[in-house]
């Protein structure tokens, strides 16, 4: 059985499933750690933006010395951006913390885990999809709404296949 790994006494044809050694789904498994990839580099990113939010204000405004009207022009609202910057880096930085610590529950197949998670990921998709109705105009409305619903279907699609593996939590 080169081809077919044993589990238990089963052959991974019999476990669909594929629960790995340690009992943990590869499935899940593999939604963990890539939770855990994103959920690092959502807090990296969020730490990044706070830090360096006073030097993006100071760069945009002397933008906007350029013209008038430049930002008006290209459909973005200066201080609302600004102020929407600061929402989205707090619920981003959140929501990763909760989606962390929501694969570390789940890794270790605690129902929890899922309860952390839900939140962490719908909680930035909709601070997003808000802040773009009030950071943006006319065409860019319309990008940074697709990106928002965009990034909101990434965030179900990932709830909803930790839901396909909720039954394994205990």
């Given at each position: ?101 929501g ?18 990921a ?11 109705q ?28 930790y ?8």
């Amino acid at each position: 059985m080169d081809e077919l790994e044993v589990i238990d006494g089963q052959s991974s044809m019999s476990n669909p499933q594929g629960a790995s050694k340690g009992g943990i789904p590869v499935f899940l498994k593999v939604l963990c750690i890539l939770t855990f990839v994103g959920s690092g580099l959502g807090i990296l990113g969020a730490f990044i933006n706070m830090a360096t939010k006073k030097m993006t204000e100071r760069t945009f405004q002397s933008m906007n010395r350029f013209g008038s009207d430049l930002f008006d022009t290209v459909g973005f609202n200066l201080d609302e951006m600004m102020r929407w910057q600061t929402y989205m880096n707090v619920a981003n930085l959140i929501g990763a913390l909760l989606c962390l610590a929501g694969a570390l529950m789940m890794w270790r197949l605690k129902k929890i885990g899922f309860y952390l998670y839900v939140p962490g990921a719908i909680i930035p998709a909709i601070v997003s999809a808000i802040g773009v109705q009030y950071m943006m105009s006319g065409f860019m409305s319309g990008l940074g709404t697709a990106g928002a619903v965009i990034g909101g279907l990434i965030s179900v699609a990932f709830v909803i296949m930790y839901g396909l593996n909720f039954k394994h939590l205990k």
